[in-house]
């Protein structure tokens, strides 16, 4: 008998719901003092739906310190009421939290836990300024608090009793986190899991452990939580040192050549220059491009990456070049070592190191301030490997920053990207750049793949080095072209570089504008060249000083910060231009907008009202004289929904923007709210027409009349948030689980959608 595997995981998902419907939830913050905490519970219950009561025990008794037996007590009776609550303590040990856990309030409550694991020196500086705290923890005392009982942190885990864990590295993370709990409301449920943890206990053998030498972590790098180590190597005693200065047995222990490690010595204790120390050389790390997933011979790699490091380390001057991979006894790194001693190359300005790139510097001790991705031809997170790794440690900052480069990449080219302040990788690394490289495949089961083709393949690895290295080449340009009080502040420790009012590059003058726009090139051929769907992609063979925006077939120098549109992308904005060469492709013409379906519509019915002006790329451009435009495009937009909820009465439409539009050109989506399409697919899909992403016209056209520009939201978070159904706000963990929900799900749509026109219905008879 056939089963029905579709039926069956809807049932799951529909005995899931049914179980969950009401429960209460008990989040228990996890926190240093200053983390945050107090404001986060603040914030959600002054905006949410749901009854929340929260527990602090610095107010627990009449709104004074109290006990920790008191704040269980008070946590159980609201649990009973039917109340959700916050458990505002700093929790930083399993012990403190395990109460808390274990708490029998004879009603059924999912644990959570959110862990505001902020940077060390944020949250000491929050304290030290902060007046009237209720726990009269503030001023010069707090300090010390706070470094102390971050020396004791435990993170949870879920096998502690939590159902569900968050963990918010930056504020970026914490607004999406106090976002998700506003929007729960008393009927909906959060997805299960552990989510945004970065640093997971390292997995060292204990046998190796007692064989290393105990060291502390360099003093100015962040909390404890950063200490933890995830490769076994002892971190370094010394900012300056490049790697702990062990025994010859320690270092055979864990895999590392004695003469390594000789010459790593010597390189700590010395300089490339007598007047530059170690921390002020800009370094550059990289992993061995394609012999990981694309299976290049590493015999081969070798030799190449050899040749072409001999080629370029004399043109370095004061800077260096380090060749890293995770594993001990890497065969890429020996062989590489072997083949570099025989060529007599400097070991001061290149060797190997073994390490986790992303933690360099807070793990091993080796501050680089250039790191290169081994990235897919997208330039997309994911995959496996140094690509996700990298895109996951830097966070969104660094996937917002690429797509401002380039959209893909050629193999055997490179594009450096200027690594925003704001990303973990920064302020904690110190990593001021990422160069995403891409080489040959030789894996046959990879797409596009060389089918063993060494001929084509070195030539393709002997471009991607060569653009590896221009590009860091004209790093070191831009940075030798500073003024000496801003080349002085590269040499900021990581957490330095979190002061914006110390970031070198908020210091460049106007005259400097060349050098910023050097600093973060993005080279392209002079012919265009093509990547899949005739994307724009980047090219670092051939350079030059220009980038931009793509406009038709000529490039319109902007700041560093301009969009870029790939051709693709372009095709709204042609059609709007010239109506007359795409006339049956149009379901109406008018003298200010056009109207045609969605090419990939993501419902049963997509439309798209096109605005027909020229310099709208998107709401962004939208001001008060374009108030008629908008109210045109809202009153076609509603005829078309109008017409088609003739045809068929059971269906529901929206008019809106897309924050940040992936096509050039403002135009209005018309969606219908069945999402029945097979062309919805991802995450990114569904949170576009589903989170503050998605602006309704009727509150776009509000904005333009009250403040003369529309309210541009942080984008990224929205498009990253967890699945939830746009009725009922249940989460789900895929697209098949939501879109099986949704089919079935007959909860009315939530109260906000349900006025001041949102939605469009038809009539009631």
């Not at 449920?189 to 007692?210: E, V």
């Not at 902007?558 to 790939?566: D, I, L, V």
């Not at 135009?667 to 027409?689: C, E």
Request: aromatic share 6%.
């Amino acid at each position: 008998m056939a089963v029905d595997h579709n039926k069956k995981d809807m049932d799951i998902d529909n005995k899931g719901e049914e179980e969950q419907k009401g429960k209460p939830v008990m989040v228990i913050l996890v926190g240093a003092p200053g983390s945050g905490k107090s404001t986060f519970c603040e914030r959600v219950i002054g905006s949410s739906l749901r009854p929340w009561t929260r527990i602090c025990q610095d107010t627990i008794n009449n709104g004074k310190a109290g006990t920790k037996p008191q704040c269980l007590k008070r946590a159980a009776a609201a649990l009973k009421e039917g109340k959700s609550v916050f458990i505002d303590r700093c929790n930083l040990d399993k012990e403190q939290r395990s109460d808390f856990v274990k708490l029998d309030c004879g009603a059924q409550v999912d644990a959570h836990a959110v862990v505001l694991d902020l940077p060390a020196k944020l949250c000491i500086s929050r304290s030290i300024k902060r007046t009237g705290h209720e726990g009269n923890l503030q001023g010069g005392k707090a300090a010390a608090v706070v470094n102390r009982m971050l020396q004791k942190k435990e993170l949870p885990k879920l096998n502690e009793g939590f159902a569900r864990i968050v963990f918010c590295h930056n504020e970026n993370d914490v607004e999406a986190t106090i976002k998700a709990y506003t929007a729960l409301g008393p009927l909906d449920t959060l997805s299960n899991g552990c989510f945004g943890q970065k640093n997971p206990d390292a997995k060292i053998q204990l046998g190796i452990m007692k064989f290393l030498k105990k060291v502390e972590a360099p003093s100015n790098v962040g909390s404890s939580s950063d200490s933890v180590q995830d490769s076994a190597y002892p971190q370094a005693s010394d900012a300056n040192n490049i790697c702990c200065k062990g025994t010859t047995k320690d270092s055979l222990l864990l895999g590392v050549a004695s003469k390594e490690v000789k010459e790593r010595e010597n390189l700590a204790k010395g300089s490339v220059d007598a007047d530059v120390s170690v921390d002020e050389i800009t370094t550059l790390a990289f992993p061995s491009i394609s012999t990981a997933d694309f299976q290049f011979n590493n015999e081969t790699a070798a030799d190449i990456i050899v040749e072409k490091v001999e080629e370029f380390v004399n043109k370095l001057e004061n800077a260096r070049l380090v060749l890293v991979d995770l594993t001990h006894g890497s065969k890429i790194l020996s062989l590489v070592r072997t083949k570099a001693e025989k060529r007599n190359i400097d070991s001061k300005k290149f060797f190997t190191f073994v390490g986790n790139i992303t933690q360099l510097y807070s793990q091993g001790g080796l501050r680089c301030n250039v790191i290169a991705n081994a990235a897919n031809w997208r330039l997309k997170p994911g995959g496996g490997g140094v690509n996700a790794a990298i895109f996951t440690a830097a966070g969104l900052a660094l996937e917002t920053a690429t797509k401002e480069r380039a959209n893909s990449l050629l193999p055997g080219h490179a594009v450096v990207v200027p690594l925003p302040s704001d990303s973990p990788l920064y302020t904690r690394e110190g990593v001021s750049h990422v160069i995403h490289v891409l080489g040959p495949n030789m894996n046959p089961q990879r797409p596009n793949s060389l089918n063993n083709d060494y001929n084509k393949g070195c030539s393709i690895l002997r471009e991607a080095y060569t653009s590896l290295f221009t590009g860091f080449l004209s790093i070191l340009r831009s940075r030798s072209k500073l003024p000496r009080r801003i080349s002085e502040k590269l040499a900021l420790t990581p957490l330095d570089l979190k002061d914006p009012s110390l970031d070198p590059r908020n210091h460049l003058t106007n005259s400097d504008q060349k050098i910023k726009r050097d600093d973060g090139c993005v080279y392209e051929r002079s012919k265009k060249c093509k990547g899949a769907n005739n994307e724009t992609v980047a090219d670092i063979s051939a350079p030059s000083s220009t980038y931009g925006k793509v406009t038709g077939d000529k490039i319109k120098l902007e700041g560093p910060t301009s969009k870029t549109w790939g051709s693709w992308a372009q095709a709204l904005y042609h059609i709007a231009m010239h109506p007359e060469k795409h006339k049956d492709e149009l379901l109406e013409v008018l003298d200010d907008v056009l109207v045609l379906n969605d090419l990939y519509p993501k419902a049963c019915k997509h439309l798209l009202v096109l605005a027909r002006h020229e310099g709208l790329d998107g709401l962004v451009d939208v001001h008060q004289e374009h108030l008629q435009l908008l109210m045109t495009m809202h009153a076609v937009g509603l005829k078309w929904a109008e017409k088609l909820l003739h045809e068929d009465s059971s269906m529901v439409f929206r008019l809106g923007y897309h924050l940040a539009p992936s096509m050039r050109q403002l135009h209005l989506h018309v969606i219908s709210q069945d999402f029945n399409s097979n062309h919805l697919k991802n995450k990114k899909h569904w949170n576009s027409f589903n989170t503050a992403f998605f602006r309704d016209s009727v509150d776009v056209i509000e904005e333009i009349k009250n403040h003369g520009k529309a309210t541009i939201k942080d984008e990224d978070s929205q498009l990253s948030m967890e699945l939830q159904c746009h009725r009922c706000r249940s989460a789900h963990p895929n697209i098949p689980r939501l879109k099986s929900h949704i089919s079935i799900c007959q909860a009315p749509f939530p109260h906000a959608l349900l006025e001041n026109g949102h939605l469009v219905l038809a009539p009631k008879t």
